[in-house]
Nanobody, 123 residues
């Protein structure tokens, strides 16, 4: 497992933007597939976006071109840029890593998780 620490959450008005960061420890960051998931109150955790070890990305349909996932190998960090935020995006956002290096949308494929960061979008 790889330790992951998210940051960047907060309160924003609808239509605003936030950038989430996820810092990973260790020397094997470049081999991992990295994903972002979210969980709203009373709902199951769901896939948001993921990026492969070599930079290919996959997004959930509800992202609709609003979010961008990226990674900085020198900083061992993955980002989620979120634009045009909607109240429905309110959730705790989690960063996760999978050893397959893939963009899996399945929670079960990820073996390392961060503690989560709260994103609240007001209307």
């Amino acid at each position: 497992q790889v330790p992951l620490v998210e940051s960047g959450g907060g309160l924003v008005q609808a239509g605003g933007s936030l950038r989430l960061s996820c810092a990973a420890s260790g020397r094997t960051f470049s081999r991992y597939g990295m994903g972002w998931f979210r969980q709203a109150p009373g709902k199951e955790r769901e896939f948001v976006a993921a990026i492969t070890w070599n930079g290919s990305s996959t997004y959930a349909n509800f992202v609709k071109g609003r979010f961008t996932i990226s990674r900085d190998y020198a900083k061992n960090t993955v980002y989620l840029q979120m634009n045009s935020l909607e109240p429905e995006d309110t959730a705790v956002y989690y960063c996760a890593a999978n050893v397959w290096g893939s963009t899996s949308v399945s929670l079960g494929d990820y073996n390392s998780w961060g503690q989560g960061t709260q994103v609240t979008v007001s209307s």
